[in-house]
């Protein structure tokens, strides 16, 4: 086996799969990276068992082959090398890859590429759907911070998916609650699939999705192969295994009906959260929102540190109320909705408040459990 790549290539392959590679395991191998190489180009892929990333590069092929290396000590030689090109070489019947680079030589010990689990291929046919790269990662942006991270909490791991079909168009949609909040998001898609009856995106798999879809614009694949989601955009396929575990009826919780509306601009609202919470309680940032005739007074109080009180305008319905939220949860939620006027709609002080857009017409909204305060 013998290749030489450039050196940004090398790095842009080896920086997807850092996030992937288990950094303790008993299984040593799935710390590596799989190089592939042949004639028509380097085949680099990374798998944990539950999440896998596959990706095809140019190189100048001498001898094909294969061999797994550590993926993280493989990443800081590439960040290092002192030329702009590097050069592979595995003498016959050896484990240890040569690595030369200007002057900097390393040996690097590798494991068989026989050894290495297999990772899904993207399945053949046009059974799939398309959805562009700034839809597929504002699904994700606005969900993934809401997916528990109690594994105890089956069904609440991942973030929920399903296809939406009204007015005619077609929208896919992801839902996370981690049972203090939810938050809801659609856009739209093309194509047609096979949609599992129960489909829950992991966290992990999700997180480093989001990291793929960030480096450029494009359309994304999207498929299922047994219980494997696999998203694919040019030479790169991603694939992570699909959760056990059923997901609840989220439209349960979600408010049908509100006694008090308040539309706020959002940064005006971050701002006070923000500042306001400073003297909140570390453990639950436990806040107040007063909500009168033109107003919202949002106050925080510990008495070990003292309080801190913030009054904003707002176009106000409804009476007057007082209802305590864990502010880190309402702040999340307002960043991820990122537009400029928000509305806020409560029940009474003990039910869950809607937060959504001011444009009705989004497919997106965020619910948050109210908290009792002294």
């Known amino acids: ?101 200007g002057k900097a ?30 839809d597929l990662k504002a699904l994700i942006d606005k969900t993934l911070y809401a997916i528990s991270s109690d594994d105890t909490r089956t069904g609440l791991n991942g973030a929920h998916v399903e296809p939406r079909k009204e007015g005619g168009k077609t929208s896919l949609r992801f839902v996370a609650t981690d049972g203090h909040r939810l938050s809801l998001c659609g856009r739209p898609y093309t194509g047609t699939v096979d949609f599992p009856s129960s489909l829950l995106l992991p966290k992990k798999g999700l997180a480093e999705l989001r990291k793929l879809v960030e480096d450029g614009e494009g359309t994304w694949r999207m498929s299922f192969a047994e219980n494997q989601a696999v998203f694919c955009k040019g030479s790169t396929s991603f694939s992570m295994r699909l959760l056990e575990g059923d997901f609840p009826d989220y439209t349960q919780v979600i408010p049908k009906a509100w006694q008090r509306r308040i539309e706020v601009p959002r940064d005006a609202l971050v701002a006070a959260l923000r500042r306001v919470s400073i ?38 319905e409804g009476t007057d109320l007082e209802i305590g939220f864990n502010a880190r949860y309402f702040r999340d939620a307002l960043v991820a909705l990122n537009t400029d006027r928000v509305v806020v709609e409560i029940g009474d002080s003990l039910s869950p408040c809607l937060v959504r857009p001011a444009d009705e017409a989004a497919d997106e909204l965020y619910v948050i459990m109210p908290m009792r305060l002294e």
Do not use: W
Request: with cysteine; net charge negative; charged share 25%.
């Open 105 to 134: 030589f390393f040996k690097v010990l590798g494991l068989s590429a026989d050894e290495f689990p297999p990772v899904p291929d993207p399945p053949e046919g046009s059974d799939a759907i398309e959805i562009e790269a700034s």
């Open 279 to 316: 003297l909140a309680a570390e453990k639950s940032h436990p806040v107040r929102l007063a909500v009168e005739s033109g107003t919202v007074v949002v106050t925080a109080r510990q008495p070990e540190t003292g309080e801190a009180r913030e009054e904003l305008e707002a176009q106000v």
């Open 1 to 101: 086996m013998e290749f030489r790549i450039a050196k940004d290539e090398l790095i842009r392959a080896l920086s997807r799969v850092q996030g992937i590679v288990e950094k303790r395991s008993t299984n040593p191998i799935i710390a590596n990276v799989l190089l592939e190489v042949s004639p028509q180009g380097m085949r680099v892929a990374a798998t944990d068992t539950e999440v896998a990333f596959v990706g095809r590069y140019a190189v100048e092929c001498s001898r094909a082959g294969a061999l797994t290396l550590g993926a993280r000590q493989l990443y800081e030689i590439a960040r290092l090398v002192p030329t702009d090109a590097v050069t592979f070489t595995l003498p016959e019947g050896s484990s240890q890859m040569e690595i030369r680079s």
